[in-house]
């Protein structure tokens, strides 16, 4: 893991004039730490453990996590079990719509490396080729306990700013992308343009472009406003 | 103390007291469901993380002033609330003002809202304008009643009758009951939760809303339980000679519709409508019936 | 291609649009999608989009030995996994004209009991969690775990037990579990009367679930809807006692019906079954100890174990209703084919589409949670 | 009560009904003569729930066995009748119109094994909407071989292994060796 960092080098931010940045900083990292709201995703069997973890005998709440239900809201993705291919795409997907800083963490050893899966054509095994994964639990399923246990160790990790696999999954797109790619088909696309806000946010890297993302620049159709019809078309069958 | 600071001051103790009831609300429900609840400063860390995201999802412009109108609308009705020691522009609007006032934040979501093309949000959205039809009737009964009955419009005048004379509870015992019964449905409680119900519309108008929206949100909310209690405090309870009797007393306003949020499940739509024009308004036009006679 | 699923495809303004309800939505039951189109905020078509949870059980079961995959099994169906184990248990045992000794089926009874305890306390957990109350749900749920506490005391797993073998159980009942078993019964006794004032006698709730998502028996009976969702509808029927297994035709309970048909009554007849289960269980606590005889018989080398060639049919009663496992053998140390058949496949495919058709937004979460869909059970 | 189904189907030709146990009755019969037994079944004997639809894949002989598995709650008894149609071109007839809940389980068996189901009222992908290969439930679909080109895997070789490797100690067999 600490190699990984250095090669990427994401503490080469630029400093910045205001004096009061460094406050600022220690702040919000303060709050991230302290108030994480999490998606879960119920992509298998882990999410049974989830419910007695937020509820009255475990309650997360004293850790200021809380559930929420749409990615727009969230912080934490949790990615509970094996992850099937068609599950995956969603996951991709509602991971690119939460906003920064968003951490994952995949729960049951299924994300790690396919669990009892493994010879399973549906599941994909190891979901870190996908997206950046900031904590993995394993077990199978990991107790309340472990979950929280894993959530408190990614809460640290925020607070002395470890925790920065979203920057990774921008300056490090290609390589995400061309596992994507090479699941879903050439033409896979989201709706999200990571690319753009990549260069949006300042946050372009050595390896955010490469053979990958030139392929998808080259069918990549931005995302036009929604339509207004009268109708909904019938879906071709 | 002068104007200006008073206009600054007045939101900023509301937002401060309305992140208390957001505690207070999270803590009963904690309790009566058998667990800790969060730390004492979740609210406030809660609302500094959304603003302190690094990627803000805006969908135009009309969505960031829809929630700059849900945020302002709020500001603008502390300023017309009087608190101990503060006036502001309650002279200068009164209670009439301020209704309007509350009921910006609503319209403002809706601009905002309608941006997102969520179909949630839409349908979110639309729950949440019903709401409003629902409880502004019972709400605008009692209101009229109480201006009726201190014969003025002016939050500060009433606040002097009240200190002077006996409280508006006792005065106009049935306005006070209506208005009770319409507080939760005025906070977006269960079980009038309508318009947020996660399991049916994925939260409804907050299902588009990430980081500094979301945190608009939390802002909205906070103002919008401190708004409720005060007012309530304000018509019938004698608003507050000093603050140590008036924070108690509005957070025991806010408290008592909470209390009850936790034991229901919410209303339809229609439900809530047929439940608020029936109790509610009842028992306010009996209570103008009363005082006008 | 640009992933179609996620969100809807137009604005509201039009009047029809199409909302997809899940995969990844609070009033969805596991990962599992529901796309439907309205008009206003009535639904006028639903379609159910499964696959989500496909992990391909079938596929996988032919590839591993006898004894491997009852570690496989109950992954199936995760809230109420114990059914699984003891139906493909069974499955084997008649494959190779083995019987469990008689003490492991009254340990296995109870197991099923519990876990029944356990799939119900959750699923109106979650249901009131659709309607808005969330209170309900957070003592369910926690409630839920003084159980499966109990399940790890008895078989070192909280969720997944791999407690039942072809031949019998693990091991014996630790000492001192039947007495911590009769406090916990005790104290879930005393509970349900909370329950009943919180969730079952509140009057919002009643007229939130009432009439929602109702069927006759007629349709019920043609859209082969099984199990406590069959019962709310009048007809009398239970694996348990109609085709009994293990030990049940030793023990008293009674089939609790309703007549409506509606959510309401389906979550009438779940609480009406946690007495039963508590019934049941009581008993079994009471004459377990006079049964004698060791828990298991023993099996053959596990790693060479061919069963003999041959089909079997085998059903059990889980707390969603009638599972099935249909299990192949051509003399192999491996199963030929093993078919699952559980009894969302049907609740939460057809059953869900057609009580769906006409019910507005905010009853679909209801409808689905009311047929406790397990989706895991749909996608194998 | 065995009795009865025996009565009842005295009319139709080879057949052979096997009575498993008290509640269980096994019927084998040829294909054409199905939807006259499930008729018959239904109508007079009152088997109103199709419990399920089980296909097995006879690969060597060539042929898919469909087992129709019913159940009367009013004679408590299930009986599974079996019938083999050829794996090529592998269609058979729907009992939709007589069993609804055959809907779910003619798709189900069209997508995991490709055979088609004439008269069935949906037979789009369900479950497999996002998988272009062959019916996976094939005996000819080779699972493993498929995920081992697929997908990636996790490269598991720690520091502490490295270390022990170098005294020369170990892991004996890999996962991936044993794929």
Same mark, same amino acid.
């Given at each position: 893991?600490?190699?990984?960092?250095?090669?990427?080098?994401?503490?080469?931010?630029?400093?910045?004039?205001?004096?009061?940045?460094?406050?600022?900083?220690?702040?919000?990292?303060?709050?991230?730490?302290?108030?994480?709201?999490?998606?879960?995703?119920?992509?298998?069997?882990?999410?049974?453990?989830?419910?007695?973890?937020?509820?009255?005998?475990?309650?997360?709440?004293?850790?200021?996590?809380?559930?929420?239900?749409?990615?727009?809201?969230?912080?934490?993705?949790?990615?509970?079990?094996?992850?099937?291919?068609?599950?995956?795409?969603?996951?991709?997907?509602?991971?690119?719509?939460?906003?920064?800083?968003?951490?994952?963490?995949?729960?049951?050893?299924?994300?790690?490396?396919?669990?009892?899966?493994?010879?399973?054509?549906?599941?994909?095994?190891?979901?870190?080729?996908?997206?950046?994964?900031?904590?993995?639990?394993?077990?199978?399923?990991?107790?309340?306990?472990?979950?929280?246990?894993?959530?408190?160790?990614?809460?640290?990790?925020?607070?002395?700013?470890?925790?920065?696999?979203?920057?990774?999954?921008?300056?490090?797109?290609?390589?995400?992308?061309?596992?994507?790619?090479?699941?879903?088909?050439?033409?896979?696309?989201?709706?999200?343009?990571?690319?753009?806000?990549?260069?949006?946010?300042?946050?372009?890297?050595?390896?955010?472009?490469?053979?990958?993302?030139?392929?998808?620049?080259?069918?990549?159709?931005?995302?036009?406003?929604?339509?207004?019809?009268?109708?909904?078309?019938?879906?071709?069958? | 103390?002068?104007?200006?600071?008073?206009?600054?001051?007045?939101?900023?103790?509301?937002?401060?007291?309305?992140?208390?009831?957001?505690?207070?609300?999270?803590?009963?429900?904690?309790?009566?469901?058998?667990?800790?609840?969060?730390?004492?400063?979740?609210?406030?860390?809660?609302?500094?993380?959304?603003?302190?995201?690094?990627?803000?999802?805006?969908?135009?412009?009309?969505?960031?002033?829809?929630?700059?109108?849900?945020?302002?609308?709020?500001?603008?009705?502390?300023?017309?609330?009087?608190?101990?020691?503060?006036?502001?522009?309650?002279?200068?609007?009164?209670?009439?003002?301020?209704?309007?006032?509350?009921?910006?934040?609503?319209?403002?979501?809706?601009?905002?809202?309608?941006?997102?093309?969520?179909?949630?949000?839409?349908?979110?959205?639309?729950?949440?304008?019903?709401?409003?039809?629902?409880?502004?009737?019972?709400?605008?009964?009692?209101?009229?009643?109480?201006?009726?009955?201190?014969?003025?419009?002016?939050?500060?005048?009433?606040?002097?009758?009240?200190?002077?004379?006996?409280?508006?509870?006792?005065?106009?015992?049935?306005?006070?009951?209506?208005?009770?019964?319409?507080?939760?449905?005025?906070?977006?409680?269960?079980?009038?939760?309508?318009?947020?119900?996660?399991?049916?519309?994925?939260?409804?108008?907050?299902?588009?809303?990430?980081?500094?929206?979301?945190?608009?949100?939390?802002?909205?909310?906070?103002?919008?339980?401190?708004?409720?209690?005060?007012?309530?405090?304000?018509?019938?309870?004698?608003?507050?000679?000093?603050?140590?009797?008036?924070?108690?007393?509005?957070?025991?306003?806010?408290?008592?519709?909470?209390?009850?949020?936790?034991?229901?499940?919410?209303?339809?739509?229609?439900?809530?409508?047929?439940?608020?024009?029936?109790?509610?308004?009842?028992?306010?036009?009996?209570?103008?019936?009363?005082?006008?006679? | 291609?640009?992933?179609?699923?996620?969100?809807?495809?137009?604005?509201?303004?039009?009047?029809?649009?199409?909302?997809?309800?899940?995969?990844?939505?609070?009033?969805?039951?596991?990962?599992?999608?529901?796309?439907?189109?309205?008009?206003?905020?009535?639904?006028?078509?639903?379609?159910?989009?499964?696959?989500?949870?496909?992990?391909?059980?079938?596929?996988?079961?032919?590839?591993?030995?006898?004894?491997?995959?009852?570690?496989?099994?109950?992954?199936?169906?995760?809230?109420?996994?114990?059914?699984?184990?003891?139906?493909?248990?069974?499955?084997?045992?008649?494959?190779?004209?083995?019987?469990?000794?008689?003490?492991?089926?009254?340990?296995?009874?109870?197991?099923?009991?519990?876990?029944?305890?356990?799939?119900?306390?959750?699923?109106?957990?979650?249901?009131?969690?659709?309607?808005?109350?969330?209170?309900?749900?957070?003592?369910?749920?926690?409630?839920?775990?003084?159980?499966?506490?109990?399940?790890?005391?008895?078989?070192?797993?909280?969720?997944?037990?791999?407690?039942?073998? $072809? #031949?019998? +159980? *693990?091991?014996?009942? &630790?000492?001192?579990?039947?007495?911590?078993?009769? =406090?916990?019964?005790? !104290?879930?006794?005393?509970?349900?009367?909370?329950?009943?004032?919180?969730?079952?006698?509140?009057?919002?709730?009643?007229?939130?679930?009432?009439?929602?998502?109702?069927?006759?028996?007629?349709?019920?009976?043609?859209?082969?809807?099984?199990?406590?969702?069959?019962?709310?509808?009048?007809?009398?029927?239970?694996?348990?006692?109609?085709?009994?297994?293990?030990?049940?035709?030793?023990?008293?309970?009674?089939?609790?019906?309703?007549?409506?048909?509606?959510?309401?009554?389906?979550?009438?007849?779940?609480?009406?079954?946690?007495?039963?289960?508590?019934?049941?269980?009581?008993?079994?606590?009471?004459?377990?100890?006079?049964? $004698? #005889?060791? +828990? *298991?018989?023993?099996? &053959?080398?596990?790693?060479?174990?061919?069963?003999? =060639?041959?089909?079997? !049919?085998?059903?059990?009663?889980?707390?969603?209703?009638?599972?099935?496992?249909?299990?192949?053998?051509?003399?192999?140390?491996?199963?030929?084919?093993?078919?699952?058949?559980?009894?969302?496949?049907?609740?939460?495919?057809?059953?869900?589409?057609?009580?769906?058709?006409?019910?507005?937004?905010?009853?679909?979460?209801?409808?689905?949670?009311?047929?406790?869909?397990?989706?895991?059970?749909?996608?194998? | 009560?065995?009795?009865?189904?025996?009565?009842?189907?005295?009319?139709?030709?080879?057949?052979?009904?096997?009575?498993?146990?008290?509640?269980?009755?096994?019927?084998?019969?040829?294909?054409?003569?199905?939807?006259?037994?499930?008729?018959?079944?239904?109508?007079?004997?009152?088997?109103?729930?199709?419990?399920?639809?089980?296909?097995?894949?006879?690969?060597?002989?060539?042929?898919?066995?469909?087992?129709?598995?019913?159940?009367?709650?009013?004679?408590?008894?299930?009986?599974?009748?079996?019938?083999?149609?050829?794996?090529?071109?592998?269609?058979?007839?729907?009992?939709?119109?007589?069993?609804?809940?055959?809907?779910?389980?003619?798709?189900?068996?069209?997508?995991?094994?490709?055979?088609?189901?004439?008269?069935?009222?949906?037979?789009?992908?369900?479950?497999?909407?996002?998988?272009?290969?062959?019916?996976?439930?094939?005996?000819?679909?080779?699972?493993?071989?498929?995920?081992?080109?697929?997908?990636?895997?996790?490269?598991?070789?720690?520091?502490?292994?490295?270390?022990?490797?170098?005294?020369?100690?170990?892991?004996?067999?890999?996962?991936?060796?044993?794929?």
């Amino acid at each position: 893991m600490s190699n990984e960092r250095e090669v990427i080098g994401i503490h080469a931010e630029a400093k910045r004039g205001n004096p009061l940045a460094h406050v600022f900083d220690e702040l919000t990292r303060f709050c991230r730490a302290r108030s994480l709201f999490m998606l879960h995703y119920c992509t298998g069997c882990g999410a049974i453990e989830l419910p007695p973890a937020m509820t009255s005998r475990f309650d997360m709440e004293r850790l200021g996590i809380q559930p929420m239900v749409t990615p727009r809201q969230a912080d934490i993705l949790l990615v509970t079990g094996y992850v099937s291919v068609k599950t995956l795409k969603r996951i991709i997907l509602t991971y690119e719509q939460m906003s920064a800083p968003k951490y994952v963490i995949g729960i049951c050893s299924c994300t790690v490396n396919g669990g009892m899966y493994w010879q399973s054509y549906a599941t994909a095994k190891v979901l870190k080729a996908y997206l950046p994964v900031d904590m993995y639990i394993a077990g199978c399923m990991p107790r309340p306990e472990a979950v929280i246990a894993g959530l408190r160790a990614l809460i640290d990790d925020i607070e002395a700013d470890r925790a920065e696999s979203w920057k990774r999954y921008y300056q490090h797109y290609d390589h995400y992308l061309g596992n994507q790619q090479s699941l879903f088909g050439d033409d896979w696309q989201t709706p999200t343009d990571i690319l753009a806000e990549a260069e949006h946010y300042g946050l372009l890297g050595e390896h955010t472009r490469g053979k990958h993302t030139a392929l998808l620049e080259r069918h990549q159709r931005p995302l036009e406003a929604l339509e207004m019809r009268l109708r909904v078309p019938e879906e071709p069958e | 103390m002068n104007l200006f600071l008073e206009l600054l001051l007045m939101p900023l103790v509301a937002f401060l007291v309305g992140l208390l009831m957001v505690l207070m609300l999270r803590r009963i429900g904690a309790k009566l469901q058998r667990r800790v609840g969060p730390p004492f400063f979740q609210p406030l860390y809660d609302v500094v993380k959304l603003y302190a995201k690094r990627t803000q999802v805006s969908h135009g412009p009309i969505h960031d002033m829809g929630i700059v109108m849900a945020v302002g609308g709020y500001i603008a009705a502390e300023t017309l609330l009087p608190v101990p020691g503060m006036d502001g522009l309650a002279d200068k609007g009164g209670v009439i003002a301020l209704a309007y006032m509350m009921m910006i934040p609503s319209l403002g979501l809706a601009l905002g809202v309608g941006q997102c093309a969520n179909p949630n949000g839409s349908i979110g959205i639309s729950r949440a304008l019903t709401a409003m039809l629902a409880y502004d009737v019972p709400f605008m009964l009692v209101i009229f009643g109480a201006a009726w009955v201190y014969g003025s419009t002016d939050l500060s005048e009433m606040i002097a009758q009240q200190q002077q004379g006996e409280w508006g509870v006792a005065r106009m015992p049935l306005l006070a009951l209506a208005g009770l019964l319409t507080l939760p449905a005025l906070m977006g409680k269960q079980p009038f939760e309508i318009y947020v119900a996660p399991a049916e519309i994925a939260t409804g108008p907050m299902v588009e809303m990430g980081g500094k929206f979301l945190g608009g949100l939390f802002v909205m909310q906070a103002f919008q339980l401190y708004t409720a209690g005060a007012l309530y405090t304000t018509l019938f309870l004698g608003g507050g000679e000093h603050w140590l009797s008036f924070l108690p007393k509005i957070f025991l306003v806010v408290a008592i519709p909470m209390m009850i949020a936790y034991l229901f499940p919410r209303y339809r739509a229609e439900d809530m409508l047929r439940v608020m024009w029936k109790w509610p308004v009842l028992a306010a036009l009996l209570g103008l019936a009363m005082v006008m006679k | 291609m640009r992933p179609e699923n996620y969100q809807a495809k137009s604005h509201p303004p039009s009047n029809e649009y199409e909302l997809n309800f899940g995969p990844n939505h609070p009033g969805i039951e596991g990962n599992y999608a529901l796309r439907v189109k309205l008009r206003g905020d009535r639904v006028i078509e639903a379609r159910a989009d499964a696959g989500y949870l496909h992990r391909g059980f079938e596929k996988l079961m032919e590839g591993r030995l006898w004894i491997q995959n009852i570690a496989l099994v109950p992954r199936i169906c995760v809230p109420d996994p114990t059914p699984m184990e003891v139906c493909y248990s069974l499955s084997v045992e008649t494959l190779c004209v083995l019987e469990a000794p008689e003490r492991a089926q009254w340990i296995r009874v109870m197991q099923l009991e519990m876990s029944r305890l356990a799939a119900h306390l959750f699923a109106f957990g979650g249901h009131a969690a659709t309607t808005g109350l969330y209170t309900n749900m957070f003592w369910g749920v926690a409630d839920r775990d003084l159980i499966l506490d109990r399940f790890e005391e008895l078989t070192g797993g909280r969720v997944y037990s791999i407690y039942n073998l $072809p #031949g019998g +159980v *693990r091991r014996d009942v &630790p000492d001192g579990f039947l007495e911590r078993l009769a =406090a916990l019964l005790d !104290y879930l006794e005393a509970r349900l009367e909370d329950y009943d004032n919180l969730f079952f006698r509140n009057q919002v709730f009643i007229r939130r679930a009432r009439d929602v998502g109702a069927m006759t028996r007629e349709q019920a009976l043609e859209w082969g809807v099984t199990g406590p969702n069959l019962r709310a509808t009048g007809l009398a029927f239970d694996v348990r006692r109609d085709d009994p297994y293990l030990i049940y035709d030793q023990l008293e309970f009674d089939v609790i019906t309703q007549q409506a048909g509606d959510a309401l009554a389906r979550n009438l007849v779940r609480r009406g079954e946690l007495k039963q289960s508590i019934r049941i269980l009581r008993q079994i606590i009471e004459r377990l100890p006079a049964v $004698p #005889g060791p +828990v *298991r018989v023993p099996i &053959p080398n596990p790693l060479a174990w061919n069963a003999p =060639a041959g089909e079997t !049919y085998t059903r059990v009663e889980s707390s969603k209703g009638e599972l099935a496992y249909y299990v192949v053998s051509t003399g192999g140390d491996k199963p030929y084919r093993v078919q699952v058949r559980g009894p969302s496949a049907m609740h939460a495919v057809r059953v869900l589409e057609k009580l769906s058709v006409g019910a507005r937004l905010e009853d679909v979460a209801q409808i689905m949670f009311s047929l406790d869909a397990c989706p895991p059970e749909v996608d194998r | 009560m065995s009795r009865a189904i025996e009565h009842i189907l005295r009319d139709l030709e080879h057949i052979a009904i096997r009575h498993d146990s008290e509640r269980r009755v096994r019927i084998d019969l040829a294909s054409e003569a199905l939807p006259a037994l499930l008729e018959l079944l239904k109508g007079r004997a009152g088997f109103v729930h199709l419990s399920a639809i089980s296909c097995v894949d006879w690969i060597d002989s060539g042929e898919f066995e469909l087992v129709y598995h019913l159940w009367s709650y009013e004679l408590n008894t299930l009986v599974s009748a079996h019938i083999r149609i050829p794996r090529d071109p592998g269609v058979y007839l729907s009992v939709y119109d007589l069993y609804q809940p055959a809907a779910f389980f003619e798709r189900d068996i069209h997508e995991m094994f490709g055979l088609y189901f004439e008269g069935s009222p949906d037979m789009r992908p369900f479950i497999l909407t996002e998988w272009n290969g062959p019916p996976p439930m094939r005996k000819d679909f080779d699972s493993e071989a498929f995920v081992n080109q697929t997908f990636q895997w996790e490269t598991y070789h720690p520091d502490w292994l490295k270390d022990l490797e170098e005294q020369g100690g170990g892991i004996d067999k890999r996962p991936e060796d044993i794929r």
